[in-house]
């Protein structure tokens, strides 16, 4: 399987997740061209939050995320009103839900996460959904 | 081009109308089969209002609707936080948005929008953005 078709099924897979808790929507955005809008991977809601998700997989121990991708969660998470997360998952994790905050603190040009960020800052699938945790837009 | 390509087309152009407000953000849920789920075909919104919108193109004077879309549209918006519309175009027509209540007073089984309805009840599209329109969840 390619790299890409894999990280289409991982993305798909936590769609699947958040379907089944019976108390979320989740969206993925078309992956085609013709989608030439700063959109994240998955947007997902319930009534009281709304999340834009960038999915990233990684085979490493770090993932590397552009400059423009976290613009365009940036911007996307302020017009339509959502907390912008990067969710990452390595080889033999589970997903690791970081906030732009948690990564903005590495390197100004390419934004990494590593393994040990992920698990030191990142919020389980289990956290990210309890209400508690819901922040104020 | 086929009346499936003709629809997408049309369902791309007011996606484009809503990006160039630059005040709402558009997204398409993709066709494929992947996605089992009850979507909407466009999710639209700012921090104000979130609208789920099913969009139809006709060639006809009428516009059928099945209970299942109808169903799967007030799910979605129910769960998600978001104001559900239909969307029609008749030919020669621009695009007139319904909420499920103008479509609901017709029939039992299938929802039909007839042209007439639409010009009477349906809002054009500047003014389901205005936000005046807007209403409470």
Known sequence: ????????????????????????????????????YPCPDLLVGNLLRKLAIECKTTTSDRQYISQE??????YFSRVFGAE??????????????????????TKAENYVISKELAKRKGLL???LIQEKNAKSL
Chains 1, 2 share one sequence.
């Open 1 to 36: 399987m390619s790299r890409k078709s894999k990280g289409i099924n991982a993305e798909r897979e936590l769609l699947h997740q958040f379907w089944q808790t019976g108390k979320w929507i989740a969206l993925r955005t078309p992956a085609s061209g013709s989608m030439r």
């Open 84 to 105: 912008p997360f990067v969710a990452v998952r390595f080889q033999k994790e589970g997903w690791f839900f970081l906030t732009l905050e948690d990564i903005e603190t």
């Open 69 to 74: 991708q976290v613009d365009n969660l940036q």
């Open 125 to 127: 699938f289990e956290e």
